[in-house]
């Protein structure tokens, strides 16, 4: 399972602090989860914060793309080279070769879904939870 891993990297964080990827990162955070924040233009990295899926420390963690669909084939490829096992692309950052790929590579993958309902909803997203737990 996606969340039982505690720390979690996440691909795409944006910079602007009103963000969706930012948004996430928060929440996760206030779930006591440990958050490695990826974007390449980063000018400054703080301990947490690094440029690419390679410059990840070598431990244990799940990796969560909310990057562009035209840069999440590039970041799932460092993944797997990196030795990543588990990998949420978040809806609508996939692409056919993406899931081509993370079929063919055998690491757990999660597609099509938000992160957000899975991961005990705030806000909106308790809502949205809620509607699609009734209607399925």
């Known amino acids: 399972d ?4 505690k720390t979690i990297a996440v691909v795409g964080v944006s910079r602007g602090e009103k ?24 000018e400054t990295c703080e301990s947490d914060q690094f440029r690419s899926v390679d410059e990840l420390p070598d431990e ?33 950052c996939d692409t056919p070769e993406v899931l081509k790929l ?6 757990k993958m999660v597609h099509g879904e938000c992160i957000f309902m899975f991961s005990k909803p705030e806000g909106f997203h308790k ?10």
Do not use: D
Not at 60 to 73: A, D, G, Q, S, V
């Open 2 to 5: 996606f969340l039982s891993c």
């Open 19 to 42: 963000s969706f990827s930012v948004s996430v990162v928060e929440h996760l955070k206030r779930l006591e989860y440990k958050v490695l924040q990826i974007n390449p233009k980063f």
């Open 60 to 92: 244990k963690l799940h990796l969560l793309i909310l990057t562009p669909k035209r840069e999440t084939l590039k970041v799932l490829q460092e993944a797997i080279s990196k030795g990543i096992t588990s990998v949420w692309i978040q809806q609508t």
């Open 102 to 107: 993370g079929f063919e590579s055998g690491i």
């Open 127 to 136: 809502f949205h939870y809620a509607v699609k737990s009734f209607f399925g």
